[in-house]
């Protein structure tokens, strides 16, 4: 045994068990609205923040050193100050911003909530749905990607499919399949008020929170429905989308045959799908990690409890990915751009 890699193993574990414990402080912090207020009344005593916040100062005082002590905040011992320094409050505080976290450490909980029922699909097989998961997958989904989508899909996704963005300002049908709370669906029907937008999931839940969303935002160009990838209603599309859900199918070769089956013949089929290398040992690093887990304690169950199984898992990479989509009668894929988090595939016949 070698004495110096076991203590770098321990001071690892260490650090991980630290975060693992810190995803409750966090959830809390958010919820109380203490990172927001720290973002914009600057740095504060435990007792000013304590008082803004309307919270015990005796449980903030805790909840603080806790934070200090990783790094999520700082600490004066001069002025006995916290402060939410800029960089934290991307991560923790900024709802819109790039690097907004806040919506992972919600689905790390979320993943952990069916634990039991996923434990026994390991000794069982089978697989746990998509609806029988807590309410709080739902919305942290939403909330985990909405801002990736609001930053990049009409900016920097949509202009790199050939001649999509033309059809989009003229007037096009699009279908958002497998949409969950339609945030995709939405930030398109906003940019495009020609088209007509309809989202889609097979998870009613999640299609009433969509419509709740549509509602909210006062368009008239986007509509949600209740429907399965393979079975959707509709055709004549410009345009399909699929934003991070072609790995959670049971069946996506069967879905990209519907795809193909409901797109005009010089349409696209927009496949937003989880950043990944095409082998396992191209995974192994920190995102892969957070990836795998998702991954084992939802997307491989929700496929799993679906009809064929594929089980693609949310790091199946581009050569699988193109695998599935042309088995399902698609010509060319090509992957068009990519972000830290996502690539970006388009498909046409
Ligand atoms: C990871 S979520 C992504 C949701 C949304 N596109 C987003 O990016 O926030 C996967 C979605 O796929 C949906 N889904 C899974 N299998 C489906 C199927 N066979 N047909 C339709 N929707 C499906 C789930 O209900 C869920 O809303």
Known sequence: MDEAKLNQLVGQVINDLGAAASVTLVRIGDSLGLYKIMHEKGSMTCEELAQAASV???YLR???AQQAASNYVTYDSATTK??????QAMLFAIEDSPVAMMGAFDGVVAWGE?????QDAFRNGGGVSWGDHGPCLFCSTARFFRPGYALNLVQNWLPTLDGVVEKLKNGAQVADVGCGHGWSTVIMAQAFPKSQFVGYDFH????????AHGREHKLDNVRFEVGTAKEYAGGDFDLVTFFDCLHDMGDPTGAAAHVKQTLKPDGSWMVVEPMAGDKMEDNLHPRGRIFYAASTMVCVPTSLSQEVGAALGAQAGEAKLREVITAGGFGTVRRTTETPFNMVLEARV
């Not at 916290?82 to 960089?87: D, G, I, K, R």
């Not at 069916?114 to 996923?118: D, L, T």
């Open 204 to 211: 009613p839940g999640s299609i009433a929170a969509a419509e």
């Open 62 to 64: 805790e909840w603080l």
């Open 82 to 87: 916290f402060t939410l320094p800029e960089e």
């Open 114 to 118: 069916q634990a039991a029922k996923v």
């Open 56 to 58: 015990h100062p005796r």
